[in-house]
């Protein structure tokens, strides 16, 4: 009865219902207790949430350890989860199509189905892959293709021309590489064929062609230059005249010249007057040999040995001779031109009456050049006195002749000729179509007094 009084309740005491009591107190007691133990329910749960827990406080300083979770159970499907099925879609009767439905349904203009999209847009995606074919087609041909063969003939048009300057001695030269690397790197046709090719291999040329005159120098001072090109072509120069013509060529015309130690025969040939470039050559002097093509067919009574020595005649370059540069060792005269007969005869006579005066004055000369020169090399003449009078007779006769207007023009002379080795059967085979000619360039000093009295100092 106390317990009643203090609100005390024994939990292992059940609760008797009181039949005596009315429903509504019953009622309203079980409500009550109900809404108790949820409340100590509720305040114990967020005691161990905040861990407030006098029991499990941790200790200060340490962080309080996190509780285990535990499994929640699976929830169960309720009726309310299950899926739904959605009512069967209805068929609709089939649109009519207009004429221009076709068009507007294809390009997305008008409602169609969806086998009609999906067939538009293969159609379209079809369309572009034939377009794009064809567009690079056309782009191939018509650009890249044509770009590309211009490049490649570029390419290969100055590599021709690099391995034709850089031959033989410079075909390893630096430069060589170095250009084809430029040629090579180039991005357009007009940026390849404009790298310098001519002008490092004038240089390297140069370079060693002056090296080459150095040291294929003869005891006297000269070289031997063979220029192939048209046939083969040689000058012996002496060092400074070979140095200026290496330094003013270029490495079109030094690629093919090749220095060489002169290797030469004195060959001696007859030639006429008009052969021996008028008569007016002298020791010394350096003529260019030429095959006259008038004279090529020699005087013969056998046409086949005129055919035979026609046919094996060099061939005729106008443009540059057959030998270039050979050098007069001796002229000789015929003896006709030795035999001097003058004969100068003056007479004065003056009468003025009784008084006569009488002048004559008489001047002979008969000289034969040959005698006399007998005479000198059998020591019965003044050897010194003979050799100081008839120095150079042939040449200053022919120099009386031109100054006089008025010489032998039948007269023959044998030269003798410093000639390279090689060219010394030409010579003897051709001798009677031979023309021999005076380069300005290499004048005589009568040939530079007229020019200059002609043309000016200059």
């Not at 109900?34 to 949430?49: N, P, R, W």
């Not at 009767?93 to 067939?119: N, V």
Request: aromatic share 4%; net charge positive.
């Amino acid at each position: 009865m106390l317990d009643k009084i203090l609100g005390k309740k024994d939990k292992d005491k059940k609760d008797v219902p009181d039949l005596r009591k009315d429903g509504k107190q019953s009622d309203s007691d079980i409500g009550g207790r109900l809404k108790g133990m949820v409340s100590k329910a509720t305040e114990k749960s967020k005691e161990k949430v905040s861990g407030k827990d006098d029991g499990n406080k941790p200790p200060s300083g340490e962080k309080a350890p996190r509780p285990m979770p535990k499994p929640r159970p699976k929830p169960r499907s309720m009726a309310k989860d299950k899926p739904t099925l959605k009512p069967p879609l209805k068929k609709q009767p089939p649109k009519k199509r207009g004429p221009l439905s076709s068009i507007t349904g294809g390009a997305g203009f008008g409602g169609g189905s969806s086998g009609d999209d999906q067939r538009t847009l293969v159609g379209a995606a079809v369309f572009g892959i034939i377009l794009i074919v064809l567009v690079g087609a056309g782009y191939y041909f018509l650009v890249f293709s044509p770009y590309q063969e211009s490049m490649t003939l570029a390419k290969q048009t100055k590599i021709t021309e690099v391995n034709t300057y850089f031959k033989g001695p410079l075909a390893l030269d630096p430069r060589k590489t170095s250009i084809l690397a430029e040629i090579d790197g180039g991005t357009t046709p007009e940026m390849v064929l404009a790298v310098d090719v001519l002008g490092p291999a004038t240089e390297g040329w140069r370079e060693y062609q002056n090296q080459q005159i150095e040291a294929k120098k003869d005891p006297y001072g000269r070289v031997m230059l063979t220029y192939a090109a048209g046939g083969q072509k040689n000058l012996i120069t002496k060092i400074a005249d070979a140095q200026k013509i290496v330094n003013e060529a270029d490495a079109a015309v030094l690629s093919k010249v090749d220095i060489q130690t002169p290797d030469t025969v004195a060959v001696p040939i007859i030639i006429s007057r008009l052969q021996a470039a008028g008569g007016l050559v002298n020791v010394g002097d350096a003529v260019d040999v030429y095959l006259s093509t008038t004279n090529a067919t020699p005087a013969s009574t056998n046409a086949t040995n005129a055919t035979n020595q026609t046919a094996t005649a060099p061939k005729v370059n106008v443009s540059t001779p057959n030998i270039s540069g050979a050098t007069v060792l001796a002229i000789l005269r015929a003896k006709e031109s030795g035999t001097v007969k003058a004969n100068l005869q003056q007479s004065q006579e003056i009468a003025i009456n009784t008084l006569t005066m009488k002048n004559a004055r008489t001047q002979s000369a008969d000289t034969d050049v040959d005698e006399l020169l007998k005479a000198a090399a059998s020591r019965t003449w003044n050897e010194g006195q003979v050799s100081s009078l008839l120095n150079a007779y042939g040449w200053r006769l022919s120099d009386f002749e031109r100054a006089s207007n008025l010489g032998e023009l039948d007269v023959r002379y044998m030269i003798v000729l410093e000639v390279p080795r090689e060219n010394a059967l030409f010579l003897m085979q051709n001798s009677a179509s031979l023309q021999l000619t005076v380069p300005t360039q290499q004048a005589p000093e009568w040939m530079v007094t007229e020019l200059k009295s002609i043309y000016g100092s200059g």
